[in-house]
Nanobody, 121 residues
Framework: QVQLVESGGGLVQPGGSLRLSCAAS????????MGWYRQVPGKERELVAR???????SYADSVKGRFTISRDNVKNTVYLQMSSLKPEDTAVYYC???????????????WGQGTQVTVSS
C-alpha cells in the first residue's frame, strides 16, 4: 500500500560516505516503521537500520556508529547516511516499510527496488 523508490547508491572508496534516500508514496507514510536492509548474492537480506513511526532508531552491530537512519515525514522520505564505509558494506540496499495494523485496518508492507552500493578502491 506504500510504494518505495531508493536512490543514492554508487561507487565509493573505503572510508568514504554516501547517503541513500527512500521516497515513499501511495499511503500514509507516517504510520510505518521503516528499515534499510542490504543483500549480497547468495546471502540472506540483512537488516541494517530501522526507525519507528515515532522516530526510535536501531542498528545492526556491524554499522553502529557509522550509519544513521532518519525520516522526514513532510517529504515522505527515509534516509540512510553511511560513513566510514568498508568493502564489506558492499551490497544492494533496500528500503522497507513494515506492515502495520492502524485504526482497524491492515496496511501491507513493501520493498523498494534496491540501490547498489559498492565500496572499493
Amino acid at each position: 500500500q506504500v510504494q518505495l523508490v531508493e536512490s543514492g547508491g554508487g561507487l565509493v572508496q573505503p572510508g568514504g560516505s554516501l547517503r541513500l534516500s527512500c521516497a515513499a508514496s501511495g499511503s500514509i507514510f507516517t504510520i510505518y516503521a521503516m528499515g534499510w536492509y542490504r543483500q549480497v548474492p547468495g546471502k540472506e537480506r540483512e537488516l541494517v537500520a530501522r526507525v519507528t513511526s515515532v522516530g526510535k532508531t536501531s542498528y545492526a552491530d556491524s554499522v553502529k556508529g557509522r550509519f544513521t537512519i532518519s525520516r522526514d515525514n513532510v517529504k515522505n522520505t527515509v534516509y540512510l547516511q553511511m560513513s566510514s564505509l568498508k568493502p564489506e558494506d558492499t551490497a544492494v540496499y533496500y528500503c522497507n516499510a513494515e506492515p502495520i495494523y492502524y485504526s482497524g485496518q491492515y496496511y501491507s508492507g513493501s520493498w523498494g527496488q534496491g540501490t547498489q552500493v559498492t565500496v572499493s578502491s
